[in-house]
């Protein structure tokens, strides 16, 4: 399901809207993802079949993807995926933890 472009707009002006703004703890997305994310997703290994939902090796290696795109993304509702109770500075810590994997 795609999210909508508005929906993404709206999100990224909440989030301040620039990668500038992520001076965040990748440590503490990585607790977060192992806390709300392992029971769906596969968190460090893109051959695990076992999970239902991508592997953030798979979100990461999506074109055009970023940490601000990320962060917007768990911040809005979900119909697929359980809404945790983040904060903005959880979901932009989750996210840069998540970008970093590309290195």
């Known amino acids: 399901m795609r999210i909508s472009k508005i929906r993404i707009l709206i999100a990224l ?15 503490n997305g990585r607790r977060l993802t192992e806390r709300w994310c392992s029971e769906c ?23 055009k993807i970023d940490a601000d795109m990320i962060a917007a993304f768990l ?16 979901a932009k810590d989750i996210a840069l933890f998540i970008i970093e994997m590309k290195n």
Do not use: W
């Open 75 to 90: 911040l809005l509702p979900h119909a697929t995926m359980p809404n945790p109770p983040l904060s903005h500075e959880d």
């Open 41 to 63: 997703h596969a968190i460090y290994s893109a051959s695990d079949k076992r999970h239902r939902a991508p592997s953030f090796a798979s979100i990461v290696a999506r074109p």
């Open 13 to 27: 002006i909440l989030l301040g809207g620039t990668q500038a703004t992520f001076a965040q703890n990748a440590e």
